[in-house]
C-alpha cells in the first residue's frame, strides 16, 4: 500500500490538526469513507510533523494520479462523465454531512480502473482549528449551503473551460 504525507510549514501543521480531528470524528460517527482516502495519523519528517494518507492511484497498474483538473483537461473524461461523478461525490458529502473548505478540481483525484470515481484529498474539515471550525463541526445546514457553492463553481468552471475548446 502507497501513502502520501502532508507536511510542511507552519499554516499545513495547523490544517493538519484539523484534518485528523476531523477524520477521527467521521470515523466514531461511522462515516463510510468511499471517497475519502484513509488517514493514518502522524509521521515526523525532516520537514516536521506530517499526516499519512493512503495514497489514491488512477489506474491499478500505474503509479498516477490524476486530479479531476488534469483529467477534464486532458480529455480523459467527457463532460457527462464529470458531471455524474461531481454529483455522485457531492451526494457523498451532504448525505454524511461532511465540512468541506476547498472543492476543487485539483483536490479532487479520479481513479478510472472499473467505475470512474472521485476522491477528496485536501480540503475537508477547513484550515483554522478554531471555535468557527468547532461550531461547523455540529452544523450541517451551513455546510451544505456551502457545498452547492462550490458545486456550482465548479460546473461554472467546466463550462467555460469547453466554450474555451470550441
Ligand atoms: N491521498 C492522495 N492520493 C493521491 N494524490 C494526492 C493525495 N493527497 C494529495 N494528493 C495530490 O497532491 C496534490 C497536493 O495535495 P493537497 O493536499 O491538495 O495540498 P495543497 O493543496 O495544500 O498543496 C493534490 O492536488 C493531489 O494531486
Ligand atoms: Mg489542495
Known amino acids: 500500500m502507497y501513502k502520501v504525507t502532508k507536511a510542511g ?8 490538526l484539523v484534518e485528523y480531528d476531523y477524520f477521527e470524528f467521521l470515523k466514531q460517527r ?25 495514497r ?11 486530479t479531476l483538473k ?3 483537461g486532458e480529455k480523459m473524461i ?7 461523478m461531481l454529483d455522485e461525490l457531492c451526494r457523498f458529502i451532504s448525505k454524511e454531512r461532511i465540512i468541506v473548505s476547498d472543492l476543487s478540481m485539483s483536490n479532487i483525484i479520479v481513479t478510472l480502473d472499473g467505475k470512474p470515481k472521485l476522491y477528496l ?6 484550515r483554522d ?10 452544523m450541517p445546514f451551513y455546510t451544505r449551503y456551502k457545498l452547492k457553492q462550490q458545486h456550482r463553481k465548479i460546473i461554472k468552471w467546466i463550462e ?3 466554450n474555451q475548446l470550441k
Open 9 to 16: 510549514l507552519k499554516g499545513k501543521l495547523e490544517q493538519s
Open 30 to 54: 461511522g462515516v463510510l469513507l468511499s471517497h475519502i482516502p484513509y488517514c493514518h495519523g502522524w509521521i515526523e519528517t525532516n520537514i516536521g510533523k506530517g499526516l499519512v494518507y493512503d
Open 56 to 66: 489514491v492511484f488512477s489506474y491499478k497498474n500505474r503509479k498516477e494520479s490524476l
Open 70 to 72: 488534469r483529467a477534464f
Open 78 to 84: 467527457d463532460i457527462n462523465l464529470t458531471h455524474n
Open 121 to 126: 484529498v485536501d480540503g475537508i474539515g477547513g
Open 129 to 138: 482549528f478554531d471555535y468557527k471550525y468547532k461550531i461547523k463541526k455540529r
Open 160 to 162: 467555460f473551460e469547453l
